[in-house]
């Protein structure tokens, strides 16, 4: 039975723009004949790699392919070797897809950063700003492992300590 798959290939940019749409078109021609219903073919064009490593070759940037085919998984075994032995690929994957293709019409532009705001009631690591004073549950212990005390008990408490009754320390006025 077919599976929905989707195959994203780095291809080396240093193998030049004829050769690299070459090697793109060469690869769909692999997966129809390896019994594949290719559905989708989108070249994403050089991009900036995340990393580099002797593995890539040192290379800073890939020409990106993916292709959304259908197939049956035994068939894919031919065609990911010669992906792992083409030296024109500088990574590959492929991936089963559990529902329908998602269709990226076209991917935000490199030297653009995208800035969202982070939420006011959080802090930097996500967590709620206003954490002792929930309003879904009791509120959470100190870290001493009491209670946290209300501000009008802490009043209360304050008056009931304090001998005098006043700011001055309990003396009076001779």
């Given amino acids: 039975m077919?599976?929905?798959?989707e195959l994203v290939l780095i291809l080396d940019p240093q193998s030049g723009e004829t050769q690299l749409e070459a090697a793109a078109d060469n690869y769909q021609k692999r997966l129809e004949a390896a019994g594949a219903e290719?559905?989708?073919?989108?070249?994403?064009?050089?991009?900036?790699?995340?990393?580099?490593?002797?593995a890539l070759r040192q290379r800073q940037q890939g020409f990106y392919v993916l292709y959304q085919f259908l197939a049956e998984s035994e068939r894919l075994g031919p065609v990911?070797?010669?992906?792992?032995?083409?030296?024109?690929?500088?990574?590959?994957?492929?991936?089963?897809?559990?529902?329908?293709?998602?269709?990226?019409?076209?991917?935000?532009p490199e030297n653009v950063y995208i800035y969202q705001s982070p939420d006011r009631g959080r802090d930097r690591r996500g967590h709620r700003r206003d954490r002792d004073r929930r309003e879904d549950g009791p509120p959470r212990?100190?870290?001493d492992g009491r209670a946290p005390?209300?501000?009008?008990?802490?009043?209360?408490?304050?008056?009931?300590?304090?001998p005098g009754g006043g700011e001055d320390g309990g003396e009076e006025a001779a």
């Avoid at 077919?2 to 798959?5: E, L, T």
């Fill in 141 to 143: 212990p100190d870290r």
């Fill in 38 to 54: 290719v559905v989708q073919v989108v070249k994403w064009g050089l991009r900036k790699l995340a990393y580099t490593s002797i």
């Fill in 149 to 162: 005390v209300e501000s009008a008990e802490v009043a209360e408490a304050t008056t009931r300590d304090d």
């Fill in 2 to 5: 077919a599976k929905k798959y």
């Fill in 80 to 108: 990911e070797e010669d992906l792992k032995l083409d030296e024109s690929v500088l990574r590959h994957l492929v991936v089963a897809v559990p529902g329908e293709f998602l269709s990226v019409p076209q991917l935000a």
